[in-house]
């Protein structure tokens, strides 16, 4: 394993990630603030949408993997199944208890930050990264 491969890899993960934070949030607030909508229903709609960026941009330059792309979407499909029902049902709880609905937010991306990399690493592009146009 290329140390410095790898460093860069954590690396455009974390820009991609962070660029799709900025949708997140964007459309959470829009969600939120404009919309008017519950904790819960604007999350979900927001955490869709970086999803969808960031699974676009993390497969074809972070992990420039040549998988499956249906296969790999199901996978990541499969994390969200799980992460997204715990998360929102914490982050409604959080929200009721009185925590300001933005540090929720915010805790709930860095938690799916880590728990997607890992997850995206180590069973959806295992063996396939840097296969991408060889």
């Given at each position: ?12 993960f ?10 997140q949030?964007?459309?959470?607030t ?11 229903p604007?999350?979900?709609?927001s ?7 960031n699974?676009t ?21 499969g ?7 715990l ?8 929200e ?10 915010g ?6 930050f ?5 997850f995206?690493?180590f069973?959806?592009y ?9």
């Amino acid at each position: 394993m290329n140390s410095k491969k790898e460093l860069l890899r954590m690396i455009k993960f974390t820009l991609f990630s962070i660029s799709a934070g900025v949708i997140q949030i964007g459309s959470f607030t829009l969600l939120n603030e404009v919309a008017r909508l519950e904790y819960w229903p604007a999350y979900l709609i927001s955490l869709i949408l970086s999803i969808l960026w960031n699974f676009t941009f993390n497969r074809r330059y972070t992990f420039k993997a040549a998988t499956n792309v249906p296969i790999a979407m199901l996978k990541v499909f499969g994390f969200y199944l799980i992460f997204t029902p715990l998360s929102t049902w914490l982050g409604q709880l959080a929200e009721t208890a009185g925590v300001n609905e933005y540090i929720v937010l915010g805790v709930t991306m860095i938690s799916n930050f880590v728990l997607e990399f890992l997850f995206c690493k180590f069973f959806v592009y295992k063996g396939t990264e840097d296969t991408l146009n060889k």
